[in-house]
T-cell receptor
Framework: EAQVTQNPRYLITVTGKKLTVTCSQN?????MSWYRQDPGLGLRQIYY???????DKGDVPEGYKVSRKEKRNFPLILESPSPNQTSLYFC????????????????FGPGTRLTVL | SQQGEEDPQALSIQEGENATMNCSYK?????LQWYRQNSGRGLVHLIL?????REKHSGRLRVTLDTSKKSSSLLITASRAADTASYFC????????????FGAGTRLAVHP
């Protein structure tokens, strides 16, 4: 089954304790992205990747890191989590890169609900 | 700033009624997409309409696009309780590959 998976689905942690949220897709998609969703703000892009070893900042990258060592995986790393990073996180992928201003359908993972105390 | 903004923020209807949600955006687009999100779950792509299209159908969904007014609408006909979800429009942002800008969404509640 074609899908985007994320782990863990739920995580409660404390300020400053490094954590990684994994994301994997089995559709051979070029493009992957991380979003966070907060009440009243919709989804905001954190980082995206156009291909292996190619990543770039989205709208809200502060406090996050990513890597793309393999095409299928795109982990999100919080080196020193803070309470303002409490949120619902989504990984997404799409087949093509799209040209600037042209966007392809994105496939979303089930989400990771993170609470930082 | 948000590119797509949905209206209304919340909508409550009875089964069998039609639900209409609107989306406004600010800049030129190549396409506009609608997504659905069941409570706390991932977003699911519903439909994509290109800037040179005015209307598109998919099952009980009808999407219109008016590029002169920078607006789109999503109509769900003969709604069902299972349509209860949040609906988001998303538009492509210039300067970023496949960067989608989402609005805050419309929460639709369909009552049996």
């Amino acid at each position: 089954e074609a899908q985007v998976t994320q782990n863990p689905r739920y995580l409660i942690t404390v300020t400053g304790k490094k954590l990684t949220v994994t994301c994997s897709q089995n559709m051979n998609h070029e493009y992957m992205s991380w979003y966070r969703q907060d009440p009243g703000l919709g989804l905001r892009q954190i980082y995206y990747s156009m291909n292996v070893e190619v990543t770039d900042k989205g709208d809200v990258p502060e406090g996050y890191k990513v890597s793309r060592k393999e095409k299928r995986n795109f982990p999100l790393i919080l080196e020193s989590p803070s309470p303002n990073q409490t949120s619902l996180y989504f990984c997404a992928s799409s087949l093509s890169l799209g040209l600037a201003g042209s966007t392809d359908t994105q496939y979303f993972g089930p989400g990771t609900r993170l609470t930082v105390l | 700033s948000q590119q797509g903004e949905e209206d209304p923020q919340a909508l409550s209807i009875q089964e069998g009624e039609n639900a209409t949600m609107n989306c406004s955006y600010k800049t030129s687009i190549n396409n506009l997409q609608w997504y659905r999100q069941n409570s706390g779950r991932g977003l699911v792509h519903l439909i994509l309409i290109r800037s040179n299209e005015r209307e598109k159908h998919s099952g009980r969904l009808r999407v219109t696009l008016d590029t002169s007014k920078k607006s789109s609408s999503l109509l769900i006909t003969a709604s069902r309780a299972a349509d209860t979800a949040s609906y988001f429009c998303a538009t492509g942002a210039s300067g970023g590959y496949n960067k989608l800008i989402f609005g805050a969404g419309t929460r639709l509640a369909v009552h049996p």
